[in-house]
């Protein structure tokens, strides 16, 4: 529910939107209203400015980075349509709309939720996590307490452990071969926020 | 009467010290006077209250003692231990007097006992968590209880049909009234329980919810059932039965909104105490308590008219009080709460020993416990299946049955079967003794073993193979990106429902039971706070122009002695924050040293080399140190610590970060120095100015907030090249700024005098102040800093600044 002045006229390409992502008509209406809430000035498009102003995000280790994730390299705003996108990696796995042979596969398959993740390690892009690239994360993510030579450490084994081919990065294949070794529970094929319907709970 | 009789013994003990006494002193009954008397003993004159007080004060020294050891109290809950601490004194009160002197009454239970307990839970609830899930709670509460009170009162007579108990003289009424006073989970042995073992916040609040709210559905069933009972079976009709069910929606919605009731009134008058700031914090107790006997005079639920009492003030009488009031009022709650949890488990351990009141009949009671038990399972996982198709977020299998089998029994049950009419019912006493051993099975055997149980599933349920260190973090790492696509797809945050409330609450109920100076002084912390922050930007300014560039704030991580710099100015002005000091003096050698802890585990293991140990050390370390998600946090309520969420130092720590990183990178957009003169060039214009929205000029790719209306300021900055302050002025003939109501006017002048005293202290850190803003005034609001954060985003008006600050911003750029 929520003001009923959107509708779905409001949204340009809502067709092709709902098939590229799987998302139906109700969940795109509320994304819709969603990003026309974060967007305050109006300007159709999303700045990091309106990103920051969700207050759970900055209490979040990764939040800046995740902002960054929904940004393509250069872009300084996001549209809905990418904001769609960029959400839709979170659909639920076993709603899978529209699977027509064309798409090699879905949007918010393992993989493509792997690399998004993936994403958030490698800022620049450049298909490999280096050990700089994960001392960033991990900086992030841990407590002050911890001092840089263990961070440095905690970073070197975790390269090692995951480093196949000795180049001192982790690929993304590296990455992948990782996570598969053992499925751990809460992975996002299976708990993922976005839910038919239910509002807010 | 609250005690029962004078005992022979103490008969016999004043009539001795009559005797005594009788030799030239009064007794003071008024027998003939032979001499004046100096001194007299008056043991019926104080008798009562004097008895009163030596039993709180035995309540309390058992505590003590039981308290003087943790490793006891960690294996054992405490309320098992006051149990039988109550079993020994009750045996020596039986052993001196034959008789048990002292029981729990249900009077006594039930008017003076109780009510503190369950205002202490209203008050500190934590609402949003309650709110957010009082679907699933209501569910439990309502159908649950139904379920178990059912379940057992028509399993225990089809059992008696059976003839597993022997011969009894108990009908299918009677069975059904029995279920209903055994049904109800109990919420002060839940919390005497869950304390010890910490569960997630949503398993917490979902049980604790639900004991809670069940005494609506208690006091009908056991009113109807009662009401049965009286009439006999013959009388009971459909009629009969549609009342019962039309009074339960009476009972639990009048209770409610009585207690809603008495909660506005308390708000609306500490909206009005200013002059009485001495005795404000009595209002809520009386109140409270008032809340409570005028549900019971009109036969409401009065547990859950307290509670909502509670739950509904909190907010205002937080924000309307003095914060010495707040103080007063938490602890107090606190030391009545614990003072009278300690007295009711103390008195169900003494009430035990007493000869008149048992009945032993085996199949009863065992047949009572096995099906109590395995009900609450049933119910449980039933109506979680039920309620898993409908919440966003599952509730896990470890998680029901910990639920299940925190299903206690407490001492309401036990009020409940003493207040049985023993005419009407004849096994009473049996009723009693199984209430009393299945009270005694839960709190103790299932309160020792819950622990155990816990670790046993948690370990067993953990991964079966060791994670790779990539895998641990990158588990968290989905952990945390799952939280913010939550709240960046506002799947949390943004319910109709919850919006309308808001939108309701903030505009008139805020503005009818908030004073307005708070309402107005919610902007004023924020302006002390940033006072602060610019005192310390002037200061980095300052610095600069020692330094000649600003580059140290990058590669200093020192942190400010804020209490010796600012402390008495401030004080006033936020005491909670000043009381909050202690953990800003946070050199990484202050914290607790990881070392220690990682030796003993290397200690345990075999040393089979460097990289083992190596690797031992960096996997616990990363355990260790993994900053928890939000869903992680723990229950945010215990009976007696005040701030039980320890993560909130976690909490505040990530806000310094993103802070910092984000004044970082907006920083890093600018390149530049300001040079101080340009400040005070412009302190003494007083325009206000406003600048445009933004777009425009928006090249930045920087931003800076917390809030929304900050998020406009940073965009009019120019992003060319080196910025000489000087030519700021350019830009001032521009339209307005829009920059939060908190910044306001600061006194520059001690910040100008002398600059290198400031920075010989030590170097000034802005974001470990803008840390403030997770923890600020934490009894003023609620402890949840996440809506605290929230607060942030909505309580913000973009307003004007003074021209100053707002190149004071440019300045540290």
Redesign the interface.
């Known amino acids: 529910m929520g003001s009923s002045s959107s509708s779905m006229d409001h949204i340009p390409n809502a067709e092709e939107l709902m098939q590229e992502t799987g998302f139906s008509a109700a969940h795109l209406l509320r994304l819709y209203e969603r990003f026309e809430f974060l967007d305050k000035d109006q300007t159709g498009e999303l700045r990091p400015e309106d990103f920051g102003a969700i207050g759970g995000l900055a209490l979040n280790p990764i939040g800046d980075r995740i902002i960054s994730a929904f940004f393509s390299p250069g872009q300084e705003t996001v549209d809905f349509p990418s904001f769609v996108r960029v959400l839709a990696h979170f659909r639920p796995n076993g709603t899978n709309r529209t699977r027509n042979g064309t798409q090699q596969e879905p949007v918010n398959s393992r993989t493509r939720k792997l690399k998004f993740a993936f994403q958030l390690y490698d800022q620049d892009r450049d298909g490999k996590i280096s050990r700089a690239e994960l001392l960033q994360v991990l900086r992030a993510m841990l407590g002050i307490q911890v001092t840089e030579e263990q961070l440095q450490s905690i970073a070197e084994r975790a390269i090692q452990e995951a480093d196949l081919d000795r180049d001192d990065a982790i690929s993304f294949d590296e990455f992948k071969k990782v996570q598969q070794v053992s499925p751990h529970p809460q992975t996002p094929t299976k708990e993922t926020p976005l839910h038919p319907t239910e509002g807010g709970r | 009467c609250t005690y029962k009789r004078l005992s022979p013994a103490f008969c016999t003990l004043r009539s001795s010290l009559q005797n005594r006494t009788r030799m030239g002193l009064n007794t003071g009954h008024g027998s003939s006077i032979k001499e004046v008397p100096i001194v007299t003993f008056k043991w019926h004159h104080v008798e009562t209250p004097y008895l009163i007080a030596l039993w709180i004060l035995v309540a309390g020294l058992a505590k003590m003692v039981i308290e003087a050891n943790h490793h006891v109290t960690n294996v054992i809950p405490e309320s098992a231990l006051l149990i039988c601490f109550g079993f020994i004194l009750g045996g020596m009160v039986w052993g001196a007097d034959k008789v048990q002197t002292f029981t729990l009454t249900p009077t006594v239970f039930f008017f003076y006992l109780l009510p503190q307990i369950i205002l202490d839970a209203g008050y500190f609830m934590p609402n949003k968590l309650f709110f957010?899930n009082m679907?699933a709670i209501l569910i439990y509460a309502i159908i649950g209880t139904c379920w178990n009170a059912a379940s057992l009162g028509l399993s225990l007579w089809g059992c008696h049909k059976g003839g597993a108990m022997g011969d009894l003289d108990i009908g299918l009424l009677q069975y059904l009234l029995f279920g209903s006073l055994m049904a109800a989970v109990d919420p002060v042995a839940v919390i005497a329980v869950f304390e010890q073992v910490h569960v997630n916040e949503v398993l917490f609040i979902l049980v604790f919810g639900e004991s809670l709210l069940n005494d609506g559905v208690t006091v009908v069933l056991f009113n109807v059932f009662d009401a049965f009972v009286s009439l006999g079976g013959s009388q009971i009709d459909a009629v009969e039965i549609i009342k019962g069910i039309i009074s339960f929606f009476v009972v639990a919605f009048g209770g409610s909104l009585l207690g809603f009731v008495f909660g506005l009134l308390v708000s609306l008058l500490t909206r009005c105490t200013k002059n009485i700031q001495i005795i404000e914090p009595g209002f809520i107790f009386v109140l409270g308590y008032l809340a409570y006997l005028t549900a019971e005079m009109l036969s409401l639920s009065a547990i859950l008219s307290i509670v909502f009492c509670g739950v509904c003030c909190q907010k205002y009488i937080n924000a309307n009080m003095d914060e010495k009031s707040v103080s007063t009022v938490r602890y107090t709650m606190k030391v009545l709460a614990n003072g009278s949890e300690t007295m009711i488990f103390v008195f169900l351990g003494i009430s035990a020993i007493d000869k008149t009141i048992w009945v032993w009949n085996t199949g009863f009671i065992l047949l009572t416990l096995l099906f109590i038990m395995v009900y609450r399972f049933i119910g449980v996982f039933f109506l979680t299946w039920i309620l898993n198709r409908?919440?966003?977020?599952p509730i896990g299998f470890i998680d029901q049955v910990i639920m299940s089998y925190g299903g206690l029994r407490g001492a309401v049950a036990y009020g409940l079967a003493v207040m049985l009419d023993e005419n009407k019912i004849k096994e009473k006493n049996l009723m009693i003794s199984t209430t009393l051993i299945v009270v005694y099975f839960t709190v103790i055997f299932q309160g020792i073993t819950m622990k155990p149980l816990v670790t046993w599933l948690k370990v067993k349920r953990a991964?079966?193979?060791e994670?790779?260190?990539?895998?641990k973090?990158?588990?968290?790492?989905?952990?945390?990106?799952?939280?913010?696509?939550?709240?960046?797809?506002?799947?949390?945050?943004?319910?109709?429902?919850?919006d309308k409330w808001n939108y309701f609450e903030e505009k008139w109920m805020s503005w009818a039971l908030m004073k307005p100076s708070v309402r107005k002084s919610r902007d004023h912390v924020f302006s002390v706070f940033h006072q602060l922050n610019l005192k310390d930007a002037m200061s980095y300014v300052a610095e600069g122009e020692r330094r000649g560039s600003l580059e140290f704030i990058r590669n200093e991580s020192a942190f400010i002695d804020f209490k010796k710099k600012f402390g008495d100015e401030f004080s006033e002005a936020m005491p909670d924050i000043m009381a909050n000091m202690s953990d800003d003096h946070?050199a990484?050698s202050d914290?607790?040293?990881?070392v220690p802890s990682v030796s003993l585990e290397m200690h345990e293991q075999t040393m089979k080399g460097m990289r083992e140990t190596?690797?031992i050390?960096?996997h616990h370390?990363?355990q260790q140190?993994?900053?928890k998600g939000?869903k992680q946090h723990r229950h945010r309520y215990s009976r007696s610590h005040f701030d039980v969420n320890k993560d909130e130092n976690?909490?505040q720590?990530?806000?310094q970060?993103?802070?910092r990183?984000?004044l970082e990178s907006f920083k890093s957009a600018k390149m530049g120095v300001a040079p101080p003169k340009t400040i005070s060039k412009y302190s003494k214009k007083d325009q206000q100015q406003k600048m445009p929205?933004?777009?425009s000029l928006?090249?930045s790719?920087?931003?800076?907030?917390?809030?929304?209306g900050f998020?406009?300021s940073?965009?009019p900055f120019h992003p060319a090249g080196i910025e000489n302050p000087a030519f700021m002025p350019d830009m001032d003939p521009m339209t307005p700024i829009q920059i939060p109501p908190w910044l306001m006017e600061a006194e520059l002048d001690s910040g100008m005098v002398a600059p290198s005293q400031r920075a010989q202290v030590r170097l000034p850190w802005t974001p470990s102040n803008l840390r403030r803003l997770?923890p600020f005034r934490a009894s003023a609001q609620s402890n949840d800093?996440?809506m605290l954060?929230?607060?942030?985003?909505s309580d913000f008006a973009p307003s004007t600044l003074k021209t100053r600050e707002c190149f004071l911003f440019r300045a540290i750029a």
């Open positions: 957010g679907g409908y919440r966003l977020v991964a079966v193979t994670l790779t260190l990539i895998e973090v990158q588990n968290k790492v989905f952990d945390h990106v799952l939280v913010a696509i939550e709240d960046i797809s506002g799947q949390i945050g943004h319910n109709y429902m919850r946070g990484a914290r607790r040293d990881p190596e690797d050390n960096t370390l990363l140190h993994l900053y939000r976690e909490v720590e990530i806000f970060r993103t802070m990183s984000r929205n933004g777009k928006d090249r790719k920087s931003y800076y907030s917390g809030d929304e998020t406009n940073v965009s997770a800093s996440f954060a929230d607060n942030l985003t």
